[in-house]
């Protein structure tokens, strides 16, 4: 039966980038300032973590695919790198992946970090990407708001 | 003769909706060409930036072929047209697979030349009279571009004719035809090429046109036995002014018979005039009058139909009458040679996207992408787009129950929408919804040939089949569906006043 994770799991230390356009930073850069802000609130070594959790939505203009950006960027020791994607709830995925691991007891320490650099495009907004073969065959070639926007004239009508 | 017990059986036609003034061309280009501001008279139609021959086609197809979901009785299909969007790629198989006709059909493009779309009805005739094909569906179709500042950029116009040939029911019997093959060169365009180059008018006109009808027409009706005196409709596409009479006076016909050739309201549409006009003089046309289909082109095509007392029966047809009272003015002179390529424009960033079909993808998806054809679960009857091997169906997700069910002809009304300037559009804001359909189903589509504000939630909608995007980095285009307004309302509003 499932237990849950409610009293299994502490946060130990958190981090996060400054806003802004951030025109001076990649990706990288970013991941590495909320980084070492986190570990320096939880007062604990590289060594201590045991595994990583990793999310970026649109990895083609950000960190590029798979787990290895974030061990690369932040000189991780040997250990396992989840990558996670699940749009803009991508970094609660990670959390969620961290705290799992911890909850189970595979891990003592974890770390979740979420990361999206959007602005290298040369235009404001979200990015346009191909969401596979099919769907742009079929699919309007719409954007984030344009869908949401849609929520509107639903309710009125 | 064993040709009389065949003919025509329906018929169905399309002109885009947008009507460019030929003032808004000749005003803008005044300062170049002076000399075409005495003809910026009516209007032209213009196809919206996603239609093409195939697309206008498609749709005069669907006005003969009405909503009845079998179309197994249609076993050739002839497409007429100078401007067919694949070299090669077989474009009536485009329009096959749109239609959803049998795999069974034998599909042919005829090409090359003005008289495409009588070449193509005349093939369809031979097929049926031979005994090789039951039915045979053509449909002829063009989209010309002309250079800015020409004569033929006021002359052309864009649409499509189909006709339907069998051997019962028919609406008019194909009395016969006679055939001239003869390379006179009024214009060419060049394999490759964009714009077409003509030679003088006046001798076109003399040792063209006047040689070369004439000689065409007295074969033909020695051939059929029909009297000069007898035809009652004659109809020949020719943007010289009195010269289809002046042609059918020398030939013994009745001048008064000449048909419109449409050029104030709609313009020539190419290799799909000769059947434009004959859609158009079959709808004004009473039973038991003889038709003369005249189409000039390296060479001459004659053709004599005469109509039955069932003509009548196809007073529901959109038809070209119908089409052409289905308009709207366009006085953007600037949009039209943006949609037809002649303006580097600057679409944004957002439009270099990567619009690259995965021909696999396309394939094994042929009937939801082409047909429009969803699913519908067998055991709980409930439809979905696309089709799916576990059904959408919330409390009995079966699997394999689905069997194709097509969309392309129900009504449906717009649930949600959005105008959308972000997003890359050639005619924005880019218009999409939420379009649900009558008897179930829903599906997210651009919808088409709107305008900004016009669109509403409740508004009733009609599917299309148009250019959905142009990959021009590999020169595919990439066709789908899309949700338009119905605008029956609104044509019969017209027809009213």
Partial sequence: MARGIKDKVAILGMGCSKFGERWDSGPEELMVEAYLEAMQDAGIEPTQLDAAWFSTH???IGTGKGGTPLSVALRLPNIAVTRVENFCASGSEALRGAVYAVASGAADIAL???VEKLKDTGYGGLPVSNPGTLNPQLTPNGSAPGNFAQLASAYRA | MAENTIGLKAFGGYIPRLRLQRKSITGANAWIA???????KGERSMGNWDEDSLTMAVEAARDLLGTDEDRSHIDALYFGSTTLPFSDRLNSGIISAALTLDHGIQAVDVSSTQRAGTIALLQACNGVAGGANKEALVCAADHRKARAASVQELEFGDGAAALSVGTDNLIAKFIGSHTLTIDFVDHFRGSGEEFDYGWEERWIRDEGYTKIVPEAITAALEKTGVSASDIDHFVM???????????AKMCGINPDTVTDPLGSVCGETGAAHALVMLVHALQNAKPGEKIMLVHFGGGCDVLIFETTDLIASMSDKKGIVGSLADRQEETN??????????????RGMRGEQDKKTALTTLYRNEDTVMGLVGGRCTETGVVQFPRSRISVAPNKPAVDTQEPYKFADRNATILSWSADFLSFSMNPPNHYGMIVFEGGGRIMMDIGDVTQGEVDSGMEVRMVFRIKDFDDQRGFKRYFWKAVPVRKAVATAQAAE
């Fill in chain 1, 58 to 60: 649109i990895d083609e």
């Fill in chain 1, 112 to 114: 979740a970090l979420g």
């Fill in chain 2, 34 to 40: 002076p000399n075409l501001v005495g003809k910026g």
């Fill in chain 2, 237 to 247: 596409p020719c943007t010289f002014a009195r010269l289809p009479q002046k042609l």
């Fill in chain 2, 333 to 346: 002179y600037m949009k039209f040679l943006t949609f037809h390529g002649l303006v580097e424009w600057e």
